[in-house]
């Protein structure tokens, strides 16, 4: 479905217009037929495109939480561990962001 030139172009929009989780959540059929010019096809498949674009934003917010963080400490982190890396991950579907102080393993 990743593939699937409706659902890439529906992620376009979501990304290009800083769509939020809530908003592409709230997407009905009518909505979503009006941004991509024609119909998705059936609901299970509209449902499964916002669960897919669900995912990216989700990816999008946790790499923009990390880069945040790693703005607030990183002279810090610098200064004390030259060889310090980090990363964002999920969880149980909870974002995490990992440090490795002596670079990662």
Request: aromatic letters at 8%; glycine letters at 8%.
């Amino acid at each position: 479905m990743r593939n699937h030139p409706l659902y890439q172009k529906l992620k376009l929009i979501a990304l290009d217009e800083n769509y939020t989780i809530e908003q592409v959540q709230s997407l009905s059929f009518t909505q979503v037929t009006t941004l991509l010019g024609e119909r998705p096809g059936s609901t299970t498949f509209l449902e499964n495109m916002k669960q897919g674009i669900i995912m990216v934003l989700q990816y999008r917010d946790d790499e923009r939480d990390l880069q945040a963080l790693q703005g607030q400490v990183k002279t810090f982190l610098d200064t004390n561990f030259p060889g310090w890396v980090a990363e964002c991950d999920r969880e149980g579907g909870k974002p995490c962001i990992r440090l490795w102080l002596k670079g990662k393993p």
